[in-house]
T-cell receptor, first 117, second 111 residues
Framework: GAVVSQHPSRVICKSGTSVKIECRSL??????MFWYRQFPKQSLMLMAT?????????EQGVEKDKFLINHASLTLSTLTVTSAHPEDSSFYIC?????????????FGPGTRLTVL | DAKTTQPPSMDCAEGRAANLPCNHS???????VYWYRQIHSQGPQYIIH???NNETNEMASLIITEDRKSSTLILPHATLRDTAVYYC????????????FGQGTELSVKP
């Protein structure tokens, strides 16, 4: 299957700082990328959908000014957690969907563990 | 998207078939059934998907009932590495690809 990478895999930061997480599709062009958040012992929660070259669409309850998403190319999307606080500590996972029109198959990255002190 | 119901947990003996059920009684005619799994602290992994017909690939088989209100994912010879949370998701393929994850089934494969 296609490969999606995330960087960094793990980050620890101080409260009030901003953290940027990168999501890359390594061997295919991703017209759409998705960002999820997962708290311990819980399922994945979709945060936003980003299409290359356009503004991201956020799910209800997700603050777009706090979670900035940029999808500037067909292989890269970034999520910036601004002014992070301890409650933002979570496992952030991205996925990418290719340009093929007949399938919803998404390829997921390995996730980024964010810890805010 | 139609809602899915899965048992929270299941056990399976190594080498035996694991049959994971999923109910999706409100599924509409053009919604697909997708299965993903998530091994601890990793990103989800695609397993298989189907619309009406049964499907099989190198990982698993998907059996969808004739009325499409339920499905079963079959891992024919479960190994310890199949221990994971398995998610059954129903989605419209033309809805931009959104996958809404439920609670899934935590499968434990035991020696």
């Amino acid at each position: 299957g296609a490969v999606v990478s995330q960087h960094p895999s793990r980050v620890i930061c101080k409260s009030g700082t901003s953290v940027k997480i990168e999501c890359r599709s390594l061997d295919f062009q991703a017209t759409t990328m998705f960002w999820y958040r997962q708290f311990p012992k819980q399922s994945l929660m979709l945060m936003a959908t980003s299409n290359e070259g356009s503004k991201a669409t956020y799910e209800q309850g997700v603050e777009k000014d706090k979670f900035l998403i940029n999808h500037a190319s067909l292989t890269l999307s970034t999520l910036t957690v601004t002014s992070a606080h301890p409650e933002d500590s979570s496992f952030y996972i991205c996925s990418a969907r290719g340009a093929s029109g007949g399938s919803n198959e998404q390829f997921f990255g390995p996730g980024t563990r964010l810890t805010v002190l | 998207d139609a809602k899915t119901t899965q048992p929270p947990s299941m056990d399976c003996a190594e080498g035996r078939a694991a049959n994971l059920p999923c109910n999706h009684s409100t599924i509409s005619g053009n919604e697909y059934v997708y299965w993903y799994r998530q091994i601890h602290s990793q990103g989800p992994q695609y397993i298989i998907h189907g619309l009406k017909n049964n499907e099989t690939n190198e990982m698993a088989s998907l059996i969808i009932t004739e009325d499409r209100k339920s499905s079963t994912l079959i891992l024919p010879h479960a190994t310890l590495r199949d221990t994971a949370v398995y998610y059954c998701i129903v989605t419209l393929y033309n809805q931009g690809g959104k996958l809404i994850f439920g609670q899934g089934t935590e499968l434990s494969v035991k020696p």
